[in-house]
C-alpha cells in the first residue's frame, strides 16, 4: 500500500517542471460566453415562438441545458481565478455562469474552493463526500435504498443525477448560509434569490414552454454535470491526508468533447493546482504522468461510469465500498479495484464496523 502524500509535495516539484505562462490568468476564455448566452438566448426566444413542434422544441430544449452545464464549468474555472483576477469581474461572470443553477458565487467559494479543496474525500469535512457505514446505520432513507435491488439502485442514482447538483447547491445553501456574518449572509441569499426570481418571471412569460425553455434544459444540465462530479472522487479512497493523486480520479473524453467541456475531465490536475486554468491540464497531466505514473488515476469516461453502476456508494472504511444489506464489499481505486473486472467479496458485518468513522483519527486513549 503506498503512502499518502500531501497535496503541497506534488505542487512543489510541479513548480519546478512547469512553465511559468502557465499559472497566468487566460481571460480569453471569457469569449466563451458569446456563444453559450447566444444559444440560451435565442433557444428560449425560439420556444416562445414555436407553437406545436414539440419535437422541435424538446432539441432546442436539449441544446440549451448543455449550454447551462458548459456555463457551469467555465463559472467553476472563473470563481478559481483562473480566467480573471478582478473581484467584482470574476463575481459577475461566476453570477451569471451559475445562475441557471440559482447558486451564487460566495455560496461556491465557501463550498467548494475552501471546504472541498481544503478537505478532499474527509468523510467528515468535505461536504461532497459520500456516506459511510456509520450513515446507513444512522439514516432511514439509506436503509430504504439499500434494501432495493442493486440494479434498481444504481438506475435511482442515475437519475437523479439529472437533479442532484442543483438539489445539493441548495442543501450548501442552508448548511453554509448561517455560517457567515450577517451582512454576508444577506448576500449570500441574495445570490440564490435573484436567479430564482428571474425563473419565476420567465416561468410567468412562457407559462407552459417554461418545461421546454428552463426545466427540460435544468434536467440536462444537471446530469451532465453530475456525469462528471460523479467520478471526480467516488470511486476513490476516503484519505485523511489531502492526496490529489489517490483521491481524485481523471477521466478521458474525445478531444472536441473536451475542448467543449472546458477540460473538466482533468480532475486530478484540477485538484493539485485548482487555481491553473484548466487550459493547461493537458500539460498538467503529462508531467504528473511521467514523475508519478504508478500513483495516477485515469480511464475512460464511459467506464468510469459503469463502474459507478457496479459499486455502491457507502464506504465501509478507508479503502473499500460497502453493499451493508447484502455484506459485499468492493475495493477502490489504487486499492484493488478494477473497472474492467469489478468483484465484490462476501465479508460478514459486526457491531464494531463503521462506529469509528473511517478517516477521523482514533481518539487519544492515554
Known sequence: MQTLLHLREYTRILKRELPEEVFKPVPSRLLWLIPHLAVIGFGIAAIAALEQNTWAKLAIGILIGHSFACLGFLGHEVLHGSVVRAPWLRDAVGAICFAPFFLGPKLWRKWHNVEHHGHTQSDDEDPDAMGTLEDFRERKSLQLLYRIAPVLRSFFTF?????????????????????????????????????????????????????????????????????????????????????????????????????????????????????????????????????????????????????????????????????????????????????????????????????QSPSRPPADST
Do not use: C
Not at 440536462?220 to 492526496?243: C, E, Q, R, W
Open 159 to 355: 437519475a437523479a443525477f439529472s437533479v442532484w447538483f442543483s438539489f445539493h447547491s441548495f442543501m450548501m445553501l442552508l448548511r453554509f448560509a448561517p455560517e457567515f456574518p450577517a451582512r454576508e449572509r444577506r448576500v449570500v441569499t441574495a445570490q440564490f434569490l435573484l436567479p430564482a426570481s428571474g425563473a419565476v418571471l420567465l416561468a410567468a412569460w412562457l407559462r407552459g414552454d417554461f418545461l421546454y425553455a428552463f426545466v427540460l434544459p435544468l434536467l440536462v444540465a444537471n446530469f451532465i454535470v453530475m456525469s462528471y462530479i460523479a467520478t471526480n472522487h467516488l470511486l476513490n479512497p476516503l484519505t485523511p491526508t489531502n492526496d490529489p493523486l489517490a483521491n481524485s480520479l481523471t477521466v478521458t473524453v474525445p478531444r472536441w468533447v473536451d475542448t467543449l467541456h472546458f477540460h473538466f475531465s482533468h480532475h486530478t490536475e484540477h485538484h493539485i493546482f485548482p487555481a491553473v486554468n484548466p487550459k493547461y491540464a493537458p500539460q498538467i497531466k503529462a508531467a504528473v504522468k511521467r514523475l508519478w505514473p504508478e500513483r495516477y488515476n485515469e480511464m475512460p469516461h464511459w467506464k468510469a461510469l459503469l463502474t459507478l453502476w457496479r459499486t455502491p456508494r457507502l464506504y465501509r472504511d478507508n479503502t473499500s465500498l460497502i453493499d451493508p444489506v447484502r455484506e459485499l464489499t468492493y475495493p477502490v481505486l489504487g486499492h484493488g479495484l478494477s473497472p474492467d473486472r469489478v468483484v465484490a467479496q462476501r465479508r460478514p458485518l459486526s457491531l464494531s464496523d463503521g462506529q
